[in-house]
């Protein structure tokens, strides 16, 4: 399998990292182990999760998909060392949006805790924080770094300025700066990433994970009406994108797939792959079936007809 360099990281990274957000929301406890096990024997190697997942399942306290990961990597054949674990801090877990540093000191633990590990290698600040300084939250995650319990930092959901100002403090203050971004970027939402902000991470060599990948799974093509959506866990969101642009963008998927004999699933994400600036895509899956189109994404290349086509599309 293919490994990229996660910007200045040090870290490496098969061109998918699995969406931990399932676990213990749409994928229980044995189907999280059954599919970790295929993830990382096809040779991918990372997984995404932050610490309020799955906080919104009734029944559930946060921290959830952490615990089966953790519960995973104890019991898994596969070395600590193999698996890149990235983790998020600052969602509500109760006690608002924060970024504060006493608050990533006491969460990091609970992470650690919950993940069975000793240190994680990737710790991403989830939300921008307007009311705590740039230099308070990078001074948190330096005393992290220096005490080994993380290997590297970065942020999610930062625009362009947000992302810049964040660079100058750290540069201005001596302290490690954000060296990923995780946005939300598809084939649907580019808007927010394509322009500036994907042309300051090139310049700055930020590796970039992207979120909702397959817009939360619209793009794999199963959902074309409001009824094929009707009661499924992600049918509020989908319904976002049953319009024109949506439709164009599935006529598109439709025409490569033929021309491919790949599936939509597949061709949405190796467009991403094939995106400038952008290190992997992230998406999740829920029985190992829908594994097999993430493993077949991250081997695929659409050509330049078809990316022209897919970039017309959803433009």
Known sequence: ???????????????????????GWTADEKTSFAILDAFFEAGLNAIDTADVYSSWVPGNKGGDSEEIIGKWLKQSRTPRDRAVIVTKVGSDMGQ?????????????????????????????????????????????FAKLKEQGKIRAIGCSNLDAGQLKDSLNAAAKANLPRYDVLQPEYNLYERASFEGPLAELCVAEEIGVITYFS?????????????????????????????????????????????????????ISLAWLLRKKGVTAPIASATSLSQLDALINAAKLKPSDEAMRLLDQAGA
Do not use: C
């Open 1 to 23: 399998m293919e490994m990229r360099k996660l910007g200045r990281t040090g870290l490496s990274i098969a061109p998918i990292v699995f969406g931990g957000n399932v676990f």
């Open 96 to 140: 608002g949006q924060t970024l504060k540093a006493a608050y990533i000191l006491k969460a990091v633990e609970d992470s650690l805790r919950r993940l069975q590990t000793d240190y994680i290698d990737l710790y991403l600040s989830h939300w921008p924080d307007p009311g705590t300084p740039y230099e308070e939250t990078l001074s948190a």
């Open 214 to 266: 397959l817009a939360a799974g619209f793009l794999s093509g199963k959902y074309r009406s409001k009824a094929d959506a009707s009661g499924k866990a992600r049918e509020n969101r989908v319904a976002a994108y049953l319009n024109d642009k949506g439709m164009r963008i599935l006529d598109a998927l439709d025409t490569v797939a033929k021309e491919t004999g790949a599936k939509p699933a597949e």
